[in-house]
């Protein structure tokens, strides 16, 4: 009998362990904030607001605007090319978008990101044509993420030279925002669902 009830209790936690890990992967019982508390205090919601679009400057790669579905959006056209390589036509687009969600009564900010690759190529393989796609997009929470490219080829004016070269750090931008939110007495709370992160 105890042979039995062994094998069948270490199932049904196995079981129960995966059920929890998929509501947890869908956010179900995500933390939104409100529950930290913060050494320093609390600014207002539009002050905080004035002080993270403060971080947009000219020499910036990102642009972080205003937006009608949730506070602001950080929006970073990492790589957007088009070039002729020997019998080809390549494309490459990366982009990085992140949502703000300023919740004034739990004073946190939750951060949502989500980011794409195209790559696409038209040309020959040897003497086959050859056509090759490519799509990946991820949306939640980043926790890592650097990457470094740089592409030669010809360009659409007929010279040859180089394309493109990026230098993408997702700590870059994130950083930022979250030492400006804690610094005024915020909670920076990133978040893998979408809906957190907007009215």
């Given at each position: 009998?105890?042979?039995?009830?062994?094998?069948?209790?270490?199932?049904?936690?196995?079981?129960?362990?995966?059920?929890?890990?998929?509501?947890?992967?869908?956010?179900?019982?995500?933390?939104?904030?409100?529950?930290?508390?913060?050494?320093?205090?609390?600014?207002?919601?539009?002050?905080?607001?004035?002080?993270?679009?403060?971080?947009?400057?000219?020499?910036?790669?990102?642009?972080?605007?205003?937006?009608?579905?949730?506070?602001?959006?950080?929006?970073?056209?990492?790589?957007?090319?088009?070039?002729?390589?020997?019998?080809?036509?390549?494309?490459?687009?990366?982009?990085?978008?992140?949502?703000l969600f300023l919740d004034e009564n739990r004073r946190t900010v939750r951060y949502y990101e989500e980011m794409?690759?195209?790559?696409?190529?038209?040309?020959?393989?040897?003497?086959?044509?050859?056509?090759?796609?490519?799509?990946?997009?991820?949306?939640?929470?980043?926790?890592?993420?650097?990457?470094?490219?740089?592409?030669?080829?010809?360009?659409?004016?007929?010279?040859?030279?180089?394309i493109y070269e990026y230098k993408f750090d997702i700590g870059y931008i994130r950083d930022p925002i979250k030492k400006v939110v804690e610094?005024?007495?915020?909670?920076?709370?990133?978040?893998?669902?979408?809906?957190?992160?907007?009215?």
């Amino acid at each position: 009998m105890l042979m039995i009830l062994i094998p069948t209790l270490l199932a049904l936690l196995a079981i129960a362990a995966a059920i929890w890990a998929i509501f947890f992967g869908l956010g179900i019982f995500e933390y939104l904030g409100g529950k930290k508390k913060s050494a320093f205090p609390a600014i207002n919601k539009a002050t905080l607001k004035e002080k993270i679009l403060a971080l947009n400057t000219p020499n910036s790669p990102y642009q972080i605007i205003e937006a009608k579905k949730t506070d602001m959006i950080i929006e970073w056209k990492i790589v957007d090319a088009e070039w002729y390589g020997i019998f080809s036509k390549e494309k490459v687009n990366k982009t990085y978008n992140a949502f703000l969600f300023l919740d004034e009564n739990r004073r946190t900010v939750r951060y949502y990101e989500e980011m794409g690759s195209i790559e696409w190529h038209a040309g020959t393989d040897g003497l086959k044509p050859s056509i090759f796609y490519r799509k990946e997009f991820f949306k939640g929470r980043i926790l890592f993420r650097k990457s470094w490219g740089v592409q030669y080829g010809i360009k659409k004016s007929g010279e040859l030279g180089k394309i493109y070269e990026y230098k993408f750090d997702i700590g870059y931008i994130r950083d930022p925002i979250k030492k400006v939110v804690e610094e005024n007495g915020w909670e920076f709370v990133p978040v893998v669902r979408k809906k957190h992160a907007m009215f």
